[in-house]
């Protein structure tokens, strides 16, 4: 079974740090891209980044540029995002889901809720 | 880059046809046909329900469809059914520095 597994979701203060890992299981991982996605509490899906199969090709949202850091481990079968400067409106549920073409992201791991309060 | 255009909410009684819009630009749906739409039960994660604009993945039902007409996209659901009841997200491709762009979602409720 092709499954995501996300953890390292928390609460920290505004300006802190926190780094989510994705554990991949059921296929090749390190024959696809992948990405993270955010979802604020009662609003909607939010791109965040991306990262090519063999981390030749990083991609961030504007509004997480210079903050956040995607990287990958193949050997290990795991995705990370390294969130910086964390901000109030930082606070969502992140998913890491797998990006088979351009316009398919299947499957999604449940997500780690990131709560940003002082 | 803004998010692309939904309606707030869908309903339908069981066995009618809905269809949800998502307007975009010529920088990200007219643009490309790589246009999706996903499925989301309250507290669950995203589904895959369309990719490329109309490619069903496999599993999910034929009532299930996707088309494109300029710079809107759309998502038709026949034969509704309780089941379907979820919030619904179009994404698209865009060319811009965020290269994907989702759309504001569509809450579909099954009368």
């Known amino acids: 079974e092709v499954q995501l597994v996300e953890s390292g979701g928390g609460l920290v203060q505004p300006g802190g740090s926190l780094r989510l890992s994705c554990a991949a299981s059921g296929f090749t991982f390190s024959y696809y891209s992948m990405i993270w996605v955010r979802q604020a509490p009662g609003k909607g899906l939010e791109w965040v980044s991306y990262i090519s199969s063999s981390a030749s090709t990083i991609q961030y949202a504007d509004s997480v540029k210079g903050r956040f850091s995607i990287s990958r481990d193949n050997a290990k079968n795991s995705l990370y995002l390294q969130i910086n400067s964390l901000r109030a409106e930082d606070t969502a549920v992140y998913y890491c889901?797998?990006?088979?073409?351009?316009?398919?992201?299947?499957?999604w791991g449940q997500g780690t809720l990131v709560t940003v309060s002082s | 880059q803004s998010a692309l255009t939904q309606p707030a909410s869908v309903s339908g009684s069981p066995g009618q046809s809905i269809t949800i819009s998502c307007t975009g630009t010529s920088s990200d749906i007219g643009g490309y046909n790589y246009v999706s739409w996903y499925q989301q039960h309250p507290g669950k994660a995203p589904k895959l329900m369309i990719y490329?604009?109309?490619n069903r993945p496999s599993g999910v039902s034929n009532r299930f469809s996707g088309s494109k007409s300029g710079n809107t996209a759309s998502l038709t659901i026949s034969g509704l059914q309780a089941e379907d009841e979820a919030d619904y997200y179009c994404?698209?491709?865009?060319?811009?520095?965020?290269?994907?762009?989702f759309g504001t979602g569509t809450k579909v409720t099954v009368l």
């Open positions: 994404s698209s491709y865009a060319t811009s520095t965020t290269p994907y762009v």
């Open positions: 889901a797998r990006q088979s073409t351009m316009a398919q992201f299947d499957p």
């Open positions: 490329d604009v109309s």
